[in-house]
């Protein structure tokens, strides 16, 4: 199997993205911006790396292959790519201008549209993407609580703050980010800042509570990602914070309005102080934003927390047209319901097949589980799985990032290949031959979290 910088063939159906890539790796250290970006987090080989266009839930690759696309640009394309309602607002705004010295009117109404929607937003800052939304919340909590020790349960972005979790033992964020990342550049004096603590352990929340007593600033979490938190968790949580006067942060980039228009906390019934949203509020456009209660955020006005780009009407544009346009449509029930049904058919298609495991989760982003699998099987399974389902013209992870812009015939289509790709698998588990089924590398590790 080829090597993730070397092209596997040039007779492959995806031969320009492949030599792209190489030109790329040339130029861009690590070959692309985002890691869930890079090829080897897909069926490296046989999966598109570069796109050329896109429109409702299919990707147009640059060797003019059309892709059924079930990763919605790892989140942010929660209407499906090229929403009409989404693009032409901001067409028509790109005629009256991009960026003034002076605010646009839009930075009051997508604030106010926030507030009325969010339970814990009273007041709103903006910025362009969640990894400065979480710098951002951290910076405001630090200095509403002067206490510099933060504690933290998810991935949380590539920040100084968050990556000084590992200063002291690279491992510490293995299960929340990937494996053995070295905070190559991160100041040691930040050192025991910020310490992780593992998702739906109370006892582990306390322990480190009293550990530091006056010295938290903020509890920073993903109050879910793949599975709902237990009953009383999130509210044991909550009352820890309050009680030992740390602000309790919930990072919501990657749930964002799926569970609800509110965001998760809104679904949960748990208010935290501080809300950080970006993925999918603009459905692609660049934007971000931290909301909170007015004592969590009014201090924000007195700290240097600023920059050009952060309320440019076509970001402030399509986050009011994409919020509207979910609202009219009543997008969020729409994109569970084709959740739903894909549950219930990849379901039907691990009965069909044979292959013991279940597609669960929320419905707005269920996942497969493959039962029964010895240590190594994981990744040759889930590898297995993407390459066979790229060969139907499929794009997916061995879970599905849901838009409203996918249909019932789509998750018949996907379901469909599903079958097929499970009675391989079955094969493969069966006559202990999976890695002889593979064309491709090894997928990459996927994030591992303590959140579930």
């Given amino acids: 199997m080829a090597s993730p910088s070397t092209s596997p063939t040039s007779s492959s159906r995806v031969a320009k993205s492949l030599a792209l ?10 070959g ?12 490296y080989g046989v999966c598109p790396i570069y796109a050329e266009s896109a429109s409702g839930a299919t990707i147009h690759d640059v060797d003019g292959n059309d892709w059924l696309d079930w990763v919605s640009a790892i989140g942010p394309a929660i209407l499906g790519y090229a929403c009409p309602a989404v693009d032409d607002a901001v067409r ?12 646009h009117p839009a930075e009051v109404e997508l604030a106010e549209e926030l507030v009325a929607a969010i ?8 910025c362009k993407g969640g990894g400065e939304a979480c710098a951002i919340a951290v910076r405001i909590a630090r200095g509403v609580t002067g206490r510099d020790r933060v504690l933290v349960c998810g991935y949380h972005g590539w920040h100084d703050w968050y990556l000084a979790a590992n200063l002291d033992d690279d491992t510490r964020l293995d299960s929340h980010l990937f494996s053995g990342i070295e905070p190559i550049g991160v100041p040691r004096a930040l050192a025991g800042t910020t310490i992780p603590f593992p998702y739906g352990d109370l006892e582990a929340l306390d322990t480190l509570l009293h550990r ?3 010295e938290v600033a903020a509890i920073v979490m993903e109050p879910m990602r793949s599975d709902f938190p237990a009953p009383g968790y999130l509210e044991g949580v909550r009352e820890r914070a ?16 799926r569970p609800a228009l509110g965001g998760a906390q809104e679904l949960l019934g748990v208010t935290p102080d501080l809300g950080i949203f970006a993925k999918s509020m603009s459905n692609g456009y660049a934007m971000g934003a931290v909301v909170g209660t007015r004592a969590a955020m009014e201090s924000a006005g007195r700290m240097f927390i600023s920059s050009t780009y952060w309320s440019d009407a076509l970001g402030l544009i399509a986050s009011l047209a994409t919020l509207r346009e979910l609202r009219r449509t009543d997008g969020v029930a729409r994109l569970q319901a084709t959740g739903r049904l894909m549950k ?38 889930s590898t297995l799985f993407m390459q066979e389902m790229a060969a139907a013209g ?6 599905f990032y849901m838009n409203c812009a996918h249909t019932p015939a789509d998750v018949e289509r996907t379901a469909d290949s599903a079958c097929a790709a499970f009675r391989k698998i079955r094969h493969g588990l069966e006559a202990d031959c999976l890695e002889s089924l593979l064309e491709v590398d090894l997928v990459e590790e996927p994030f591992r979290r303590l959140v579930q």
């Fill in 344 to 381: 219930a058919r990849l379901n039907q298609a691990f009965a069909a097949s044979g292959l013991p495991g279940a597609c669960e989760g929320p419905d707005w982003h269920p996942g497969l589980r493959f039962h029964g699998l010895s240590a190594g099987q994981p990744r040759l399974v």
């Fill in 21 to 30: 890539y190489e030109r790329a790796l040339a130029l861009i250290p690590g």
């Fill in 212 to 214: 530091y007593p006056g």
């Fill in 119 to 126: 339970p814990c937003a009273e007041q709103v800052r903006y």
């Fill in 242 to 257: 309050t009680r030992a006067g740390a602000l309790l942060v919930f990072d919501e980039v990657s749930t964002g309005y």
């Fill in 92 to 103: 028509e705004q790109i005629g009256r201008g991009a960026v003034f010295t002076v605010n």
């Fill in 32 to 43: 692309t911006q985002l890691i869930s970006r890079r090829p080897g987090r897909f069926a």
């Fill in 394 to 399: 499929i794009l997916t992870y061995p879970s």
